[in-house]
């Protein structure tokens, strides 16, 4: 089955992104709670772009949280709520330092480091291993959204690490702030 491609829409959405100028919040409300993410554009500008761009294009609404695996992540971002799907068009993997802890936002991606589209993850708990194998690229914003973040990764799941009920975006949103 074809996949629709995002790409217009999404460089359409990010025409007047300036990470000089304003900092970048994104925000999943989904069943279980807000989940409210401060973006890295220092460390991974292009995937920090892509989430918004995606976000502001309406990708990620009534997406579901299609793998859990406990103690390890949650991840989202596949159209066809499987892991196999994406917007289209893939990333450039952009590695840096920021270790895979407890709420850090990163990109999934194929064996392909370069990869990634819309499928992301956030850890539970600290994953050295995928440190500089995997891109970082944000973290929740504060105690509550990492409180929705390890509730979701608590739900039951199937043997493919599947929930047996639905956790869906229902809308993905951008706050944008003026740097000081």
């Not at 025409?15 to 807000?34: H, L, M, P, Q, R």
């Not at 600290?126 to 891109?135: E, H, N, P």
Request: aromatic share 8%; charged share 25%.
């Amino acid at each position: 089955m074809f996949e629709k491609n995002y790409k217009s829409e999404v460089e359409a959405a990010q025409k007047d992104i300036d990470f000089a100028a304003n900092s970048y919040k994104v925000e999943f409300e989904t069943t279980a709670g807000n989940i409210r993410l401060d973006l890295l554009p220092d460390v991974a500008p292009n995937h920090c772009m892509n989430i918004i761009g995606l976000a502001r294009a309406g990708f990620y609404d009534g997406i579901i949280f299609h793998r859990v695996v406990p103690g390890f992540v949650i991840q989202a971002g596949c159209p066809k709520g499987v892991g196999t799907g994406g917007p289209g068009y893939r990333v450039k993997a952009e590695f840096n330092k920021t270790p895979h802890v407890a709420g850090v936002l990163s990109m999934a991606r194929a064996q392909d480091p370069d990869s990634a589209g819309s499928q992301f993850f956030l850890c539970l708990g600290k994953a050295a291993f995928l440190d500089g194998q995997y891109t970082a690229f944000g973290r929740t914003s504060d105690d509550d959204s990492l409180a929705v973040v390890k509730t979701i990764g608590e739900v039951e799941t199937d043997d493919r690490d599947r929930p047996m009920a639905d956790v869906t975006i229902k809308k993905a949103t951008v706050t944008v702030e003026p740097k000081a």
